[in-house]
């Protein structure tokens, strides 16, 4: 679920407007080929409510753009504070993710 809820917001980010059916139907056939590939390569379990729960996970995340945008009353204010949020926790993330690796390679 949550790691949708970003693909939600992205794919609702672009310039040209996709009907919600449209996103809806990309967002299951990425969480479909998710799921394909984990099958294939034997990770964890695969599961038919991880696509519904994906899915669910990206519709969350299209409403939070849409009220995002309306609380900000601009379509670029809020493209710009979500694409800074997101460089800073990516920059934090991969920060994170060297310290660990540091440690186990010491």
């Known amino acids: 679920f949550l790691l949708f ?3 939600g917001i992205y794919i609702s980010m672009p310039g040209k407007k996709l009907n919600f059916a449209v996103r809806l139907l990309i967002m299951a056939a990425a969480s479909l080929c998710l799921e394909i590939c984990q099958y294939a390569l034997s990770i964890g ?3 038919i409510t991880d696509i519904s729960s994906n ?3 990206g519709i969350a995340g299209m409403a939070f ?3 995002f945008v309306k609380m900000l009353k601009s379509k670029k ?3 710009t504070a979500i694409i800074i949020t997101a460089a800073v926790v990516t ?3 991969i920060g994170f993710a ?3 690796m540091s440690s186990y390679f010491a």
């Open 77 to 79: 204010r809020a493209d």
């Open 98 to 100: 060297l310290l660990l």
């Open 91 to 93: 920059a934090e993330v």
């Open 5 to 7: 809820v970003p693909f």
């Open 55 to 57: 899915a669910f996970g």
């Open 65 to 67: 753009y849409s009220r």
């Open 45 to 47: 379990v695969t599961d």
